[in-house]
Every structure is written in C-alpha cells, then in structure tokens.
T-cell receptor, first 112, second 115 residues
C-alpha cells in the first residue's frame, strides 16, 4: 500500500541555519504531497502542498519540490527561526484520493 | 477564523470503561475525518464521513469503536471498552469535500490516557 518515510529526528539547529527534512513516498498513481506542521499544544496545520510532478510548494519560507523520479518531497528552509520549532509531517493522499497517509513526523528544535 | 472544535481536550479513563469524544467541524464542511495519533507516530485514519454517511471505516476497530455523524454536522467517536493500547491523541479534521483539492483543517485533538 501507499506509504511515507521521513527522516528520523529530532533535528536540532541553531537559528539561521539551513533546514532539510527528507521525505520519500511509495504510491500507485500520482498522489498529491503535503507537509503539515504541529506546534506544541496545537492541531496540525497545512504548511504547503504540491499536486503534480515538478510542482514546488512554498509557504513561510519553507519549500518542497515534488520529484517523481526520486519519489521524494524534501522540506527545506534557508534560515530557520526559534518559532519554527515544531513537529513536521510529510503526507500524501491515499489511493481513494481522500484520507491522508502520514509519515511518522520529524521534530525540529531551533535554539537561539 | 473558523476552527474545528473538539472536546474534551484531555481524558483519563480506566480500562474497560466507555469514553466518547466530540467534534464540531467548520461550518459548511461536508467531509469529516477522525484520525488516531499514537505517540511518536503520524496520524492514521479511523473513519471518514461524507455528510452523515461513512465513506471509509476500514481501519476502525469495530468491535470496540463506533462513530456517528447523525445530522451531517458534528460527530461523536466512542470507545467501549477502552484498552491500554487506545492511549493516543484523537484528531478530528474537516474539509469542504473529500479529495486532495480540498484542504483538511484539524482540531486540537483529544489526548486519551487509559490506565
């Protein structure tokens, strides 16, 4: 079945460092891909998405490009802030095109 | 800004007891999802509703879990009897319709601890 694999955390960075969180997927067909973020004590929020190959999703300085050839959707940010500390989830829409299939999440901790 | 509401936020119960969670989706959202998030894992779908109808409950442990959305608005998820392994965060999400074109909005979740 469809699945998502994320790099394990935690990822610990200093403020203004470059961030990469790796995400690869297995799916039949051509799913849409998502990054969700979960701040402490809050629900999941959509960070960005891409719906087809070579699409780049971007939001709040974060970017991810849908790479069909490598089945990847890595999250990047050029300069992280303390406020970016959260858990990040990569996800795809399942074969039914409805429910999301999530990775295990990667915890990011940014220190000043 | 409209939000998905869930209650309670926290629930502690003893095993073999019954427990219920409530979700009020964003007004006008036809699709409602219940996910379970075990500590250190990503959310996994339990059940999906389109209006009052169940679209997918293939991962719902039906011997002990039940879900309803009687009027196609708010929803209740019930566990009876609760087991230790049910300790998790239960997340509700809603979207205008099903499918990747429609963003899913998540509530804050209910954290269940079974002792």
């Amino acid at each position: 079945g469809d699945s998502v694999t994320q790099m394990e955390g935690p990822v610990t960075l200093s403020e203004e460092a470059f961030l990469t969180i790796n995400c690869t997927y297995t799916a039949t067909g051509y799913p849409s891909l998502f990054w969700y973020v979960q701040y402490p004590g809050e629900g999941l929020q959509l960070l960005l998405k891409a719906t087809k190959a070579d699409d780049k999703g971007s939001n709040k300085g974060f970017e991810a490009t849908y790479r069909k050839e490598t089945t990847s959707f890595h999250l990047e940010k050029g300069s992280v802030q303390v406020s970016d500390s959260a858990v990040y989830f990569c996800a795809l829409d399942g074969q039914a095109g409805t429910a999301l299939i999530f990775g295990k999440g990667t915890t990011l901790s940014v220190s000043s | 800004e409209a939000e998905v509401a869930q209650s309670p936020r926290y629930k502690i119960t003893e095993k073999s007891q019954a427990v219920a969670f409530w979700c009020d989706p964003i007004s006008g959202h036809a699709t409602l999802y219940w996910y379970r998030q075990i500590l250190g894992q990503g959310p996994e779908l339990l059940v999906q509703f389109q209006d009052e109808s169940v679209v997918d409950d293939s991962q719902l442990p039906k011997d002990r879990f039940s879900a309803e959305r009687l009027k196609g608005v708010d929803s209740t998820l019930k566990i009876q009897p609760a087991e230790l392994g049910d300790s998790a965060m239960y997340l509700c999400a809603s979207s205008l319709e099903g499918g990747a074109s429609y963003e899913q909005y998540f509530g804050p979740g209910t954290r269940l601890t079974v002792t």
